[in-house]
């Protein structure tokens, strides 16, 4: 049995807490599961209420933070990106103490890290960065549940990244892995790599827990022997539609498909933090169809859909986390896991 409080705490980046609160949170995530699959009540936080701010759009972040407060007995109000004053009648700061008088906690997906940092710092109650250009951080919990549920470990794990390598999804996979001890590999066009500054700082953490930071522009070099292949959106929410052109010419080479996911080890899975274009079944992958002739973008509609892909698995485990963020950082009592 082991215990890490985490009572009224933010959960802004994962640069913030410590491996050990890391893993905790796996596991209360993975104890929750359990429960939820048993028809176990686990309504830890009863009465609780809770704000959630979206200044971008969403599925599974949304659903999760909603089913998850459901689950544990609270309540949660959504604020959709039009329907709120905050940042055009109303500052950060003012609104983060209006909101932390009515809510035990509020979340927060937007534009840059600096805004949820500033919600946290003028709120009482606590803060979760539901995505932020820079950041997202719930969503590596959910990769790393996901990549235990497959290997039965994290440390050691080989995680190999291909693409857009300088924003969120990328970046807050290199600070996990250095974090948990795992080798992270980003692939992609020179000119998408992450902040020095933030390599540098995740090559130092990864040099206390055993793990490892590489960057590379090729994608056989960066798919060779990996465990784990993971990919995002060529183009990030916020980002302008004629981002797709430039993007397109520079990110065809690193798109997974089978060629890539052979030259990994014989157990390895393909990850996505989802949406993914792999097929023309959306407005967007139509469009990008009728207009440059690709019918399936940063991975193959194969590769998506083959028994190596754990999509779903890891889009199911954003609500088990997020009710793990939850629980930790608004029950009154510490959960032993
Ligand atoms: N992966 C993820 O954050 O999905 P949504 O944008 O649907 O919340
Ligand atoms: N990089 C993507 C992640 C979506 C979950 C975006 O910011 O749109």
Redesign the pocket.
Known sequence: MSSVDLRGRDFLKLLDLSTEEILYLVDLAAKLKGAKKDHVPHRYCEGRNIALIFE?????????FEVAAHDLGMDATYLDPAASQIGKKESIADTARVLAGMFDGIEY?GYGQEIVEELAEYSRVPVWN??TNEF?P??MLADLLTIRECFGRIEGIRLSYFGDARYNTADSLMVMGAKTGMHITLCGPASYMPDPALVQTCRQIAAQTGGSITLTTDPREGAAGADVLYTDVWVS?GEPMQAWEERIGEMKDYQVRRELMELAAPEAVFMH???AFHDQGTGIGREIFEKFGLSELEVTDEVFESPQSVVFQE?EN?MHTIKAVLAATLCTEVIEV
Do not use: E, F, I, V
Not at 58 to 63: E, H, I, K, V
């Open positions: 971008k759009t969403s599925t599974r972040t949304r659903c999760a997906r539901g995505l997202h719930t969503q929410m933090c989802l949406p889009a954003r």
